[in-house]
């Protein structure tokens, strides 16, 4: 299965949810080894990759470098396999990995102008293929998450039931094994249960 976490908006959750998603599985799933697929030029899962590894620690995933060539030749590769692509925000690569996912990951915050952007990156995913917006760095409670959350039904977009909510452990993850899971455990299985129910 491929699942490409996308939106043209930037430092809207997509690394972090792309590693918490692939430990998420890892955990889930012990004989299965995902791997994130960092297709972005600013390489952040690569460098948390590294500064996992150089403090001692083990991610319980791969973390790979991505190119155009590595994303055209992944359905050759995805039988039985859990591949996250961290895409970058605009380009032939995040078409790329856009086209090739069984399900895409639009990550966003509640700001207008995040949204407006996800509904943009929405539009580019072909009809048939599973997506929806995962509200991350989110706080229930606030005008902003319930004008976010009427935005989103009054258009009929599909969002993922589960909202990873703003924390400070998430925000000082990067570099460090995700131990707990906060909400992305719900976020695998929510995603897990659309994929299974289209095959
Ligand atoms: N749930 C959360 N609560 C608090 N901070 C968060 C949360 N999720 C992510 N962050 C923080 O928000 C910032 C942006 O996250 P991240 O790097 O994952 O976004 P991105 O979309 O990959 O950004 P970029 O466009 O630069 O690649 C980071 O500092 C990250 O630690
Ligand atoms: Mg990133």
Redesign the pocket.
Known sequence: MIVTIA?A?????????AMFLAAAYARRFESSVPVVLDA?P?A?ASLWRDLVEDSGGCLGFDVAAANLSTLRRLDRVRAGSFVVV?AP?QGRLLETAIGVADFVVV?SSDSPLDLQQAWATLAAVPRERPAAVLL??VEPGTTAYARSVSALEGASTPRFDAV?????D?????GRCPSKL?EYGQVLDELLEVVRDGE
Not at 170 to 174: F, P, S, T, V
């Open positions: 939106n908006k930037g430092g809207v959750a997509k690394t972090t949810s972005d600013q952040s961290d925000p990550p991350a760095r990873v909510r703003k924390r400070q998430l925000k000082r993850c990067m906060w």
